[in-house]
Nanobody, 124 residues
Framework: VQLQASGGGLVQAGGSKRLSCAASGRTFSTYAMGWFRQAPGKEREFVASINYSGTRLDYANSVKGRFTISRDNAKSTVYLQMNSLKPEDTAVYYC??????????????????WGQGTLVTVSS
C-alpha cells in the first residue's frame, strides 16, 4: 500500500489543523493506521492510532484531549484533527499502516508502510 499524507502547514498556537493520509489499494479496511511525528533534533514518536474498524483509538499522552484520529474506509483515508495546537507540536507528521485485524495497541505495533510526511509548524 502507498500512503500520501497532506494538510500540513503553518498555524498559530491555539489553532487547528487536519491532516489526511490517503492510501492506495482496495484493502484499506484491513489496515490499522497510525500517526507519528518527528520534531527537529528528536526521535520519531507515536501520536495516535486507529484499528481497522475504527473501534480502537490510542493516543500519546501529550496529545490526548486535543487530537482526534478517524478514518473513512470508503475513501481509504485516515485523518488527524489537531486542536489547541502548541509550538511543541511542530514536527513532520507521518502516517503509517499495518495490515492486521488484531486489536493491538497502536504504540506497540510495528508498521509496515509509511507515508512521506507533512510538516506542521506552530508559531507562538
Amino acid at each position: 500500500v502507498q500512503l500520501q499524507a497532506s494538510g500540513g502547514g503553518l498555524v498559530q498556537a491555539g489553532g487547528s489543523k487536519r491532516l489526511s493520509c490517503a492510501a492506495s489499494g482496495r484493502t484499506f479496511s484491513t489496515y490499522a493506521m497510525g500517526w507519528f511525528r518527528q520534531a527537529p533534533g528528536k526521535e520519531r514518536e507515536f501520536v495516535a492510532s486507529i484499528n481497522y474498524s475504527g473501534t480502537r483509538l490510542d493516543y500519546a499522552n501529550s496529545v490526548k484531549g486535543r487530537f482526534t484520529i478517524s478514518r473513512d474506509n470508503a475513501k481509504s483515508t485516515v485523518y488527524l484533527q489537531m486542536n489547541s495546537l502548541k509550538p511543541e507540536d511542530t514536527a513532520v507528521y507521518y502516517c503509517a499502516a499495518k495490515r492486521t485485524l488484531y486489536n493491538i495497541p497502536g504504540y506497540r505495533m510495528e508498521y509496515d508502510y509509511w507515508g512521506q510526511g507533512t510538516l506542521v509548524t506552530v508559531s507562538s
